[in-house]
């Protein structure tokens, strides 16, 4: 169902969010005014909507800001 390289994508899209994180933490008041919204490129219900779910109620709680999951 899903590939290796699937996998892989994901993996460079969350490590990329979290890179930038720094910087967005460092000055909360300047970006993002309204909510992030986290685009998943998969079915609603599945294993990487969950994982990408967590991962924004981590990133929420961490930068004070709401991120909303979309499929």
């Not at 460092?26 to 779910?53: E, F, H």
């Not at 961490?62 to 979309?70: A, P």
């Amino acid at each position: 169902m899903f590939t290796e390289t699937s996998y892989r994508r994901l993996a460079v899209l969350m490590a990329s969010i979290a890179v930038s994180s720094p910087v967005a933490a460092a000055a909360p008041d300047a970006y993002p005014t309204k909510p992030v919204q986290l685009i998943v490129a998969w079915a609603a219900g599945g294993s990487i909507t969950t994982m990408a779910r967590g991962f924004a109620k981590a990133m929420g709680e961490e930068l004070g800001q709401t991120f909303v999951v979309e499929n």
